[in-house]
């Protein structure tokens, strides 16, 4: 039976290591302030809203929800960004993405204040996840990811870590940052071949993928550890991963389960960035 990395007792951790730096900033008169724009109703959005709103109250930062019709015009966004870049009480900006297909994504990203973009949305917070600076702010799952691994005491460095996934959001960052850690990485996508070879040697296994239960038994050792970035809703309707748990689980040293893993951590850094966003801008 593998170790269960559950994602409740990192984010209590990352949230208690939070309460000092919020009280030190409120008595120099700064209260961290999140921005949350969301367009249209999507449930997956409002599922995330909810759990960054809770945290948020947990984390004593505060929270304001731009409400936004799903067919909003591009230049009607822009004003909201606008206004949220010049807004000094406003410390970071969570937009939720993909945006509808009338909005030009890249103008948005372009136009957001890189010092409040707080999950790695603009080329800049990118660049820095790439170049390994501490500048602009990694994309908050794949930090939670690596922070999970952390927590647990699981040793990167020198490990061999393979990444199923290559998007901007999770894959590629979350590999970037594997290599800061030492490890030794490989990303593999839909043209990989023989994918299940590749992932049954690794070390450690990220799994992003957004394909349900695609990580079965084949993919897995007795010495891996599996951090399982995805979620999806299986035939019957229920809430799952990237990874088969129940075949996976027995095999492998430890995993992370969906739900109850990476998501609770991920509402966690929003929160850690909002208040080191605070932090600079106050610097």
Same mark, same amino acid.
């Given at each position: 039976m593998a170790q269960v990395l559950l994602g409740k007792e990192v984010a209590d951790v990352l949230t208690e290591e939070l309460a000092d730096r919020v009280a030190k900033l409120k008595t120099k008169g700064v209260e961290p302030s999140l921005a949350i724009v969301r367009l249209g109703d999507e449930p997956d959005d409002l599922s995330y809203e909810r759990g960054?709103?809770?945290?948020?109250?947990? $984390? $004593?930062?505060?929270?304001?929800?731009?409400?936004?019709?799903?067919?909003?015009p591009q230049e009607d966004l822009e004003q909201v960004i606008q206004e949220i870049n010049q807004d000094d009480?406003?410390?970071?900006?969570?937009?939720?993405?993909?945006?509808?297909?009338?909005?030009?994504?890249?103008?948005?990203?372009?136009l957001l204040a890189p010092g409040k973009d707080i999950d790695g949305f603009t080329d800049g917070s990118?660049?820095?996840?790439?170049?390994?600076?501490?500048s602009g702010f990694a994309p908050c799952t794949a930090e939670a990811a690596?922070?999970?691994?952390?927590?647990?005491h699981v040793n990167l460095s020198g490990a061999r870590a393979v990444v199923l996934g290559r998007s901007l959001v999770i894959g590629k960052p979350v590999a970037m940052m594997l290599l800061q850690e030492n490890a030794t990485v490989t990303i593999?996508?839909?043209?990989?071949?023989?994918?299940?070879?590749?992932?049954?040697?690794?070390?450690?296994?990220?799994?992003?993928?957004g394909q349900a239960k695609m990580v079965t038994p084949e993919f897995c050792n007795s010495g891996q550890v599996i951090i399982d970035v995805g979620i999806n809703v299986d035939e019957?309707?229920?809430?799952?991963?990237?990874?088969?748990?129940?075949?996976?689980?027995?095999?492998?040293?430890?995993?992370?389960?969906?739900?109850?893993?990476?998501?609770?951590?991920?509402?966690?850094?929003?929160?850690?960035?909002?208040?080191? $966003?605070?932090?600079?801008?106050?610097?």
């Open positions: 960054a709103i809770n945290r948020a109250a947990k $984390a $004593a930062v505060k929270v304001k929800v731009y409400e936004l019709p799903r067919d909003l009480s406003l410390h970071g900006c969570l937009i939720f993405r993909p945006l509808p297909p009338q909005i030009n994504e890249k103008k948005i990203a372009a990118l660049a820095g996840v790439f170049k390994g600076e501490p690596i922070a999970i691994l952390k927590h647990y593999c996508h839909s043209r990989t071949k023989d994918i299940a070879k590749t992932a049954k040697e690794a070390d450690v296994l990220i799994a992003a993928v019957e309707g229920k809430l799952t991963g990237d990874v088969d748990y129940d075949s996976v689980e027995v095999l492998v040293k430890a995993i992370t389960p969906v739900p109850r893993g990476v998501g609770s951590v991920t509402t966690s850094i929003l929160m850690k960035h909002v208040v080191e $966003a605070a932090e600079r801008a106050m610097d």
